[in-house]
């Protein structure tokens, strides 16, 4: 979980689909850069959207080491290093073709640490080793093998955020992305087929912290792709209900935040004229708040 010797981490999440999770993602992470913040986006994706729409397609069907590697072997954890790309407005670790595979490699690495902590079911662990690719019993350090990304996440300590954008469904590799951070930042649409899938990331959380005995906290839910009808207005209004204790953003319908995420930019370097950019800028100010950060730095 977060410590005070490491960058303020969050997880951008939400099971569902068509949330625009990724583009609030980045939206969030070029907002805290205009702020004067050094950030680092972590495409915890295996599905590559975030890498690719911060242009860094090419990184994606790049050779091992990866982000898998980094991430479910304890032997590669310093080549993370060497992973980090180059971006105007942040540094981007990213996803990868190889991470298609993780959400099984840490499926069967948490199989592993139950039946390790049952002797009752009198199985070996290494019995599964042949099915993985890096994992085995003498690789998994916790209780629970979703310490990975958080093992990951200490040997980067040069940046005042990291920004993790998790994979858009409930498993593994987001819990490890969870777990790493302690922070999540929740993409909502004002439709109420939302309120199932926050209910599904209740449960998700609660079953994390009950596994893991740790506290994850909410830092705001980023209301996306807000309209004008009566049932953008309800929802608005149910999510601010849900959420009394943390900050809800509204962010309205924009071309603009498609157009720069095509561009691989946010939309403070594609076009800060563009009156989401403002909404943005409120939503890393609250950050700073929340993490501690008292001032604006002068770019």
């Known amino acids: 979980m977060h410590r005070n010797d490491r960058p303020a981490a969050l997880c951008v999440t939400n099971a569902k689909g068509g949330t625009g999770k990724t583009t609030v993602a980045i939206n969030v992470a070029g907002a805290l850069n205009e702020r004067g913040r050094d950030v680092l986006f972590v495409d915890l994706d295996p599905q590559g959207n975030a890498t690719e729409g911060l242009g860094l397609v090419e990184a994606y069907d790049a050779a091992p080491p990866t982000l898998f590697d980094v991430l479910t072997d304890p032997d590669q954890r310093s080549a993370v290093h060497d992973l980090i790309r180059s971006h105007d407005e942040m540094d981007v670790l990213p996803s990868s073709i190889d991470m298609l595979q993780a959400e099984h490699e840490l499926t069967l690495a948490n199989v592993m640490t139950k039946l390790d902590a049952d002797p009752s079911l009198d199985v070996d662990p290494a019995v599964l080793e042949p099915l993985t690719i890096n994992v085995g019993p003498d690789t ?19 940046y005042d955020y990291v920004i993790v954008d998790s994979p858009p469904f409930y498993g593994q590799l987001t819990d490890t992305a969870i777990y790493a951070t302690g922070n999540v930042l ?8 939302s309120e199932r899938a926050i209910e599904l990331l209740f449960d998700q959380i609660a079953a994390l912290e009950d596994r893991t005995g740790e506290t994850v906290r909410e830092v705001g839910v980023v209301a996306n792709r807000v309209e004008s009808t009566n049932e953008d207005a309800e929802m608005l209004d149910w999510l601010e209900a849900v959420f009394e204790d943390v900050p809800v953003w509204s962010v309205r319908k924009r071309v603009a935040l498609q157009r720069a995420f095509s561009s691989g930019q946010s939309l403070f370097a594609y076009d800060p004229t563009v009156d989401m950019a403002d909404r943005f800028l409120e939503i890393a100010a609250d950050l700073d708040r929340q993490f501690g950060f008292i001032e604006e730095i002068p770019q």
């Open 186 to 193: 929740i993409p909502a649409l004002t439709e109420a087929t």
């Open 140 to 158: 998994i350090t916790g209780d629970t093998a979703l310490d990975g990304l958080e093992q990951v996440l200490d040997e980067l300590t040069d």
